[in-house]
């Protein structure tokens, strides 16, 4: 299986601040990743799929990038409403694989 | 609008079995690819399973395969996994989930297989004790 390994396993950060996470897969996986967002109690959104393509709705602020292995999710300024825990996935090969998700706090 | 809500989660013993629903809404069901994933307390995310939109295409995790099986009834509008064999770790939330990709593309070819999960439901819960 493809491991999918995530940083930081939690973050914390000021409204404002511009907000970086990784996603480092054991193989290349190209552009195959995707990006949800999953707040307390609720099923995870998705939010970004093939490494940058942004869902309809999804605010601007956020974007992702990378290929091959390294990949990188970024919410440029940080809001009180994007508390919550986000995890990269991985669908190159099977089974689709998850990080092990970045929870958010506001500082 | 488009929704997924899922059902039959509750207690049951290690060793028993139980199916769960997904009933999809807002969407042409039987255009789509669906996948099942589960959420064990406090943990993270575990894809357990997909099935192609005329169901001629199942791929199961290697942690449940031959104990849940993944169907759908298109023309009921459903769809299922029936858990068998349940063990304390398989106490989690389970979710469906919408496959918002059709496959892959190979040689011009287009393979069926899980891509980006772009609906969820709520989650039904399975708890899994003696």
């Known amino acids: 299986d493809v491991q999918m390994t995530q940083s930081p396993p939690s973050l914390s950060a000021s409204v404002g601040d511009r907000v970086t996470i990784t996603c480092q897969a054991s193989q290349d996986i190209t552009n195959y990743i995707n990006w949800y967002q999953q707040k307390p109690g609720k099923a995870p959104k998705l939010l970004i799929h093939?490494?940058?393509r942004l869902e309809t709705g999804v605010p601007s602020r956020f974007s992702g990038s990378g290929s091959g292995t390294g990949f990188s999710f970024t919410i440029s300024s940080l809001q009180p409403e994007d508390i919550a825990t986000y995890y990269c996935q991985q669908y190159d090969s099977i089974p689709p694989t998850f990080g092990q998700g970045t929870r958010l706090e506001i500082k | 609008e488009v929704r997924l809500v899922e059902s039959g989660g509750r207690l049951v013993r290690p060793g028993g079995s139980l199916r769960l629903s997904c009933a999809p809404s807002?969407?042409?069901?039987?255009?789509?690819?669906m996948n099942w994933v589960r959420q064990a307390p406090g943990k993270g995310l575990e894809w357990l399973s997909y099935i192609s939109s005329a169901g001629s295409t199942v791929y199961y995790a290697d942690s449940v395969r031959g104990r849940f099986t993944i169907s759908r009834d298109n023309a009921k509008n459903s769809l299922y996994l029936q858990l068998s064999s349940l063990r304390a770790d398989d106490t989690a939330v389970y979710y469906c989930?919408?496959?918002?990709?059709?496959?892959?593309?190979?040689?011009?070819?287009?393979?069926?297989?899980?891509?980006?999960?772009?609906?969820w439901g709520q989650g039904t819960l399975v708890t899994v004790s003696s």
């Open positions: 989930a919408r496959d918002g990709g059709h496959g892959v593309t190979l040689f011009g070819e287009v393979i069926p297989r899980p891509n980006w999960f772009d609906t």
């Open positions: 807002g969407f042409i069901f039987s255009s789509y690819n």
């Open positions: 093939d490494a940058s």
